[in-house]
């Protein structure tokens, strides 16, 4: 006999006091019956996110995570940073200091935590190893992030908050390299509807905040923000004469985006306004990543939406998977 | 950000945000001393996570772009001009977040050492330079309709130092 497991919220309440009825909804909010597959997309989209990190600082990688009188500015400093706020955060220090028990040396250290990086976002990428992987790929990242804390842009912010919830859901998906080979059971749908749930409600908050901030400036009324942003070195990718050819654009775009931010967490909530506004935010995102050479930040956010919104809800055969998780 | 003015919200405004600006610091824990186990612990989730700087890109509006000039001494009295640089684009941009996080006056007391530092990583291609000036200033882009007009940037310097390399530093 299969036994259908509902999310909590559903079931019915009758006679239940508001405060009751409120929790049980509340409950339901948090925890929907899911299947993986926003899993997958998510784990296979954040391995070629981390691919392309890895392959995008190849060259300067030492150069920006050296210690001082051999990078940049030197680790030290944004490591000092870090070490304030706590000494709990890792960095690169820590992997130096452990490498150099084995006698390694900093140059080599750092050359094998790039590789760690690379391999793990090509793991991610095939969903072999996916939990270790993406613990990995956390921490490097993490480590990378913190020692370069100076460097770093919100991108790597982005990065890291969408590698650490990647590390904490149910992985494996069975989509993945894991699942075939392992044949691994069904994760309790409820847990994998709670995560991607914690990635929407992440993202309505990054794009209320990210929206109201910008309603609050006077240049993103008048187009003058958007016009700043794209002639200012190093995201000069579209020429300037030519933007000033849709200078009257600028402004319907620039109000445009503030609205679409700041209504996120409104619209992608409603089946009926969802497409229009998640095709509108990938837009926005392909066309951040193209016109300023964003390209990290903008996939990022990309696999962070499909993950949380572009993958259907499909309750039905969440349910199913319930039932047999329980038989 | 609307505690320091720069939001199109009336100045009335400001004493409540940073009234609210005290209560969130309080919340973080930042009142407490900096070896508090709270303090440590909530920094740490909020670092883990990737959730300890705001997500306010560009807004309220977006900032000017920061350049630092490295003038080269050559004790032949030559002069060259240099920046610091990397090799990819996307190091480029990170060398730009840190030129932006100079100009921010919670950096100030950093601001020497970091200059040094990027001076000193171009001393190691120039190791016969005497003297380096930086200068560090803030590039304002042309208005739209001035840009239109002919206009360019503009650049207006901020703070400069000095640095000469001592013999035993050459080596």
């Known amino acids: 006999m299969q036994s259908v497991v509902k999310s909590p919220g559903s079931q019915i309440s009758v006679g239940l006091s508001p405060l009751r009825k409120f929790w049980q909804r509340f409950i339901g909010f948090l925890f929907p019956p899911e299947t993986d597959t926003w899993l997958a997309v998510l784990r296979s989209g954040l391995g070629l996110q981390v691919i392309v990190y890895a392959l995008f600082l190849r060259s300067d990688w030492h150069y920006l995570f050296a210690s001082s009188g051999k990078g940049l500015v030197g680790r030290e400093v944004g490591e000092a940073i870090t070490a304030f706020d706590s000494p709990l955060i890792p960095t690169f220090g820590w992997l130096v200091a452990f490498g150099r028990n084995l006698n390694m040396s900093e140059e080599a250290v750092l050359t094998v935590a790039w590789i760690a990086l690379l391999s793990a976002g090509c793991l991610l990428l095939l969903g072999l190893f996916s939990r270790p992987a993406a613990i990995v790929a956390w921490f490097v990242h993490l480590c990378a992030a913190e020692s370069g804390g100076l460097l770093a842009y919100g991108a790597d912010s982005f990065m890291t908050t969408a590698l650490f919830y990647l590390m904490l859901s149910p992985l494996p998906d069975h989509y993945s390299f894991d699942h075939w080979v392992t044949k691994t059971k069904p994760k309790n749908p409820l847990l994998l509807g709670f995560w991607r749930r914690v990635l929407q409600v992440h993202l309505c908050f990054i794009y209320f905040i990210g929206g109201l901030a910008k309603c609050l400036g006077n240049g993103w009324w008048d187009g003058s923000n958007l016009w700043r942003s794209l002639i200012r070195p190093p995201f000069t990718v579209v020429p300037p004469d030519m933007l000033v050819r849709f200078k009257y654009a600028l402004p319907l775009l620039g109000i445009s985006i503030c609205l679409l931010e700041v209504s996120y967490p409104i619209f992608i909530w409603s089946k009926r306004t969802r497409w229009i506004w998640l095709g509108c935010i990938l837009a926005m995102h392909a066309a951040i990543g193209l016109t300023m050479g964003l390209y990290l930040f903008a996939l990022v956010m990309i696999v962070m939406n499909l993950a949380a919104f572009g993958v259907p809800s499909t309750d039905k055969r969440a349910q199913a998977t319930s039932a047999t998780t329980e038989q | ?171």
């Open chain 2, 1 to 171: 950000m609307i505690a320091q003015g720069s939001t199109i919200l009336h100045s009335a405004c400001n004493e409540y945000a940073q009234k609210a600006e005290l209560v969130a610091t309080w919340c973080l824990g930042k009142e407490a001393g900096a070896s508090n186990p709270v303090r440590r612990g909530i920094a740490t989730y909020l670092h883990a996570a990737g959730i300890q700087a705001g997500y306010s890109f560009f807004a309220p509006n977006v900032p000017s772009q920061h350049r630092l000039t490295l003038e080269l001494l050559y004790e032949d009295g030559r002069v060259e001009y240099e920046s610091p640089h990397v090799r990819g684009k996307t190091a480029a941009l990170r060398l730009e977040s840190l030129l932006d996080r100079l100009a921010d006056e919670r950096y100030e007391p950093a601001r020497e050492v970091l200059v040094k530092m990027l001076a000193f990583s171009v001393w190691r291609e120039h190791p016969d330079v005497k003297k380096i000036r930086a200068t560090f200033g803030a590039v304002n882009p042309p208005a739209m309709n001035e840009f239109e007009q002919g206009n360019t940037e503009t650049f207006q310097p901020m703070f400069s130092f000095d640095f000469s390399l001592r013999d035993d530093q050459k080596q």
